[in-house]
């Protein structure tokens, strides 16, 4: 019986060690997230006091567009961990890589979706827009909160456009 419990003391240490990293890898993805959330809301407050610098100030648009980005996929990555840390109960740090890079992606999205509308490749049906920087900042937000998706649609309205094929990666995704 002694190797027994000898596993069994093992086994607690191991479990008690889980559980201590897996509660230090959400405090540090979360505070990471937070971290990234904070460079949009300074890049804001300076906006309200006029305090851009000049070069800043004359890609206002496409910075952002980036930002909101940014922000789209930080809020997706904080409500992945909430789901899988508190209701679903099955956060795993092998996801700490994506938790790392998705936001980044996000931002590039925002950025893609800028550069997107002004080339024409998204036509946007409807109304005259009245305050046509809103419609850019609303497509970079859900680009960065859904990149899969936008990545899909840029890809078909490219395709559309040029006469390129999908790509097999983009066509199995939308089947499956």
């Known amino acids: 019986m002694p190797p027994s419990n000898e596993n069994e003391a093992q086994l607690s240490v191991d479990v008690e060690q889980g559980v201590k990293e897996e509660g230090y890898s959400v405090v540090w993805v979360s505070l990471y997230l937070l971290g990234l959330l904070s460079v949009p809301f300074s890049y804001f407050i300076a906006c309200s006091y006029a305090a851009l610098p000049t070069w800043l100030s004359k890609h206002q648009l496409l910075v952002e567009c980036v930002l909101f980005g940014l922000i789209g996929g930080c809020l997706y990555c904080l409500r ?90 983009s066509s199995s995704s939308s089947n499956g």
Request: proline content about 2%.
């Open 80 to 169: 992945a961990v909430y789901l899988n840390r508190c209701v679903r109960k099955s956060w795993d740090t092998i996801w700490l890589s994506w938790y790392v890079l998705r936001p980044l992606v996000s931002l590039i999205m925002g950025g893609m979706t800028y550069f997107m509308i002004n080339v024409g490749l998204i036509a946007i049906g409807g109304k005259a827009i009245s305050s046509p920087e809103h419609l850019f900042y609303i497509l970079a937000f859900f680009s960065g909160l859904n990149v899969d998706g936008f990545l899909k649609k840029f890809e078909g309205q490219i395709s559309k456009t040029t006469g390129v094929r999908e790509s097999k990666q």
